[in-house]
């Protein structure tokens, strides 16, 4: 493993003398603010960063991962992966803790981004 110092600028990577071929980083690391910066991995932090999904995809993930962060939502989410189409008034009558619209709000919510689908089958709404 080699350690490389480099200078990142406005104008990218100035590479220590003599080591040209170290200024290959300048694409994968211009997002780092203009400092001083000793980097270990470069090779590895170039193919991290080359594999990062387009902005909008990224806001995406985030958006999913944001609906694990309830445990109502995921406590379903755990539910419906176990079980397949599961009914969600039977679920809302076991789900113990919640308000009267606790999981048919978390439900809703999930169904809204995408997550789960919905079968309704006269007045029942089955999940999955």
Same mark, same amino acid.
């Given at each position: 493993m080699?350690?490389v110092? &480099?200078? &990142? !600028?406005?104008a +990218?990577?100035t @590479?220590?003398?003599?080591?040209?071929? /170290? @200024?290959r980083?300048?694409v994968c690391?211009s997002? *780092?603010?203009?400092t001083?910066h000793t *980097?270990?991995?470069g090779d590895r932090?170039?193919?991290a =960063? $080359?594999h990062?999904?387009?902005?909008?995809?990224l806001?995406?993930?985030v958006?999913?991962? @944001? &609906?694990?962060?309830? /445990?109502?939502?995921?406590a379903?989410?755990?539910? =419906?992966?176990?079980? !397949?189409? =599961?009914?969600?008034?039977?679920?809302a009558r076991?789900?113990? +803790? /919640?308000? /009267?619209? !606790?999981?048919?709000? $978390?439900c +809703?919510?999930l169904?809204a981004? !995408?997550v789960? @689908?919905?079968r309704?089958? +006269?007045?029942? =709404?089955?999940t999955?």
């Amino acid at each position: 493993m080699s350690v490389v110092t &480099l200078t &990142l !600028g406005p104008a +990218g990577v100035t @590479a220590p003398a003599g080591k040209p071929e /170290q @200024a290959r980083m300048e694409v994968c690391t211009s997002w *780092i603010p203009m400092t001083q910066h000793t *980097i270990v991995d470069g090779d590895r932090v170039c193919e991290a =960063i $080359a594999h990062l999904p387009d902005p909008e995809t990224l806001h995406d993930w985030v958006t999913r991962f @944001a &609906l694990l962060a309830d /445990q109502t939502r995921l406590a379903l989410l755990l539910c =419906i992966h176990n079980a !397949g189409e =599961i009914c969600v008034s039977d679920l809302a009558r076991r789900h113990r +803790g /919640q308000g /009267q619209h !606790g999981v048919p709000g $978390a439900c +809703g919510c999930l169904r809204a981004h !995408g997550v789960v @689908a919905t079968r309704r089958d +006269g007045r029942t =709404i089955h999940t999955t």
